[in-house]
């Protein structure tokens, strides 16, 4: 199995430490926050002047690190703000967990217990978006708000439009993909802990689908699965 390495920034740095690293035959996955590669070159020729600035050309050596770099068989994954956040917030908590989770199986799950962070707190970002706002944070992603024509006016009139029902549709799509990730490997831990992180799971993943059910007010009204709710997912799971 190759071994494998993130880097974090899609900038020349980045991508040269990147396209290196692919040639030397490791798996390399390029997390970037920004939906384009090239960090501060791009943003100067590209994104301040138009892509038809006479020298937004100079990005190109970017563009082909990168494409190298995926010619190796490595992934350039953009757009990465929200999963990087729930990776730092989150998935860092359970990498310190999974020694004493999976004494001896750790290190081999990483990947997917990495994944679990990201899909608990996409699940926490989606609940808590009223909450948030009145402390005037949003994590909700620019470039998805801009893509749906959702405005930050919007946003803050508490408008649950098709717009916002589609953004938050497609970070529960993004969450339940982490969800599955993250427990497909649940066999490899040890039985004593693969119920708690089943359960944990099962439950955090249940908020979705009480926000669906509540019509998405989620800037009105918290979220919480009931103890009878968690009583009965419990027992399905056993
Ligand atoms: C005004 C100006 C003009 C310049 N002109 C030239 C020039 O003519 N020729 C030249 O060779 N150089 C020029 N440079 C310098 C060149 O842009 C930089 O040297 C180069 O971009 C540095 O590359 P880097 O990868 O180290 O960092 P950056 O280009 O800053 O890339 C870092 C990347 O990491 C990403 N990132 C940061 N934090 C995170 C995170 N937590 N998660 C995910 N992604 C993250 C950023 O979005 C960014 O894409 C210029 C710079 C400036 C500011």
């Known amino acids: 199995m190759r071994k494998r390495v993130i880097v974090i920034g899609a900038g020349p740095g980045g991508l040269a430490a990147a396209m290196l690293l692919a040639g030397h035959g490791y798996q390399v996955d390029v997390f970037e926050k920004q939906p384009y590669v090239g960090g501060r070159n791009a943003s100067i020729m590209e994104h301040a002047y138009g892509v038809f600035h006479p020298v937004g050309g100079v990005n190109q050596l970017s563009k082909a690190m990168a494409k190298v770099v995926q010619e190796h068989g490595g992934a350039i994954h953009l757009n990465q703000g929200v999963k990087l956040y729930s990776y730092h917030v989150a998935s860092t908590v359970g990498l310190m967990l999974l020694p004493i989770l999976a004494p001896k199986t750790h290190r081999e799950l990483e990947a997917d217990a990495?994944?679990?962070?990201?899909?608990?707190?996409?699940?926490?970002?989606?609940?808590?978006?009223?909450?948030?706002?009145?402390?005037?944070?949003?994590?909700?992603?620019?470039?998805?708000?801009?893509?749906?024509?959702?405005?930050?006016?919007?946003?803050?009139?508490?408008?649950?439009?098709?717009?916002?029902?589609?953004?938050?549709e497609d970070l529960a799509i993004e969450a339940k993909r982490f969800y599955e990730e993250g427990l497909q490997s649940l066999h490899k831990y040890p039985i004593s802990s693969q119920l708690?992180?089943?359960?944990?799971?099962?439950?955090?993943?249940?908020?979705?689908?009480?926000?669906?059910?509540?019509?998405?007010?989620?800037?009105?009204?918290?979220?919480?699965?009931?103890?009878?709710?968690k009583q009965t997912i419990l027992t399905s799971i056993l």
């Open 114 to 168: 990495i994944s679990l962070g990201i899909a608990m707190q996409i699940t926490n970002i989606l609940r808590d978006i009223g909450e948030d706002l009145e402390r005037k944070r949003v994590y909700l992603p620019k470039d998805l708000m801009n893509e749906k024509g959702y405005t930050i006016e919007m946003l803050y009139n508490q408008e649950i439009n098709p717009a916002f029902i589609s953004i938050w």
């Open 196 to 229: 708690p992180l089943k359960g944990a799971s099962h439950l955090y993943r249940a908020i979705l689908e009480k926000i669906r059910k509540e019509e998405y007010r989620v800037f009105t009204e918290k979220h919480y699965v009931t103890s009878l709710q």
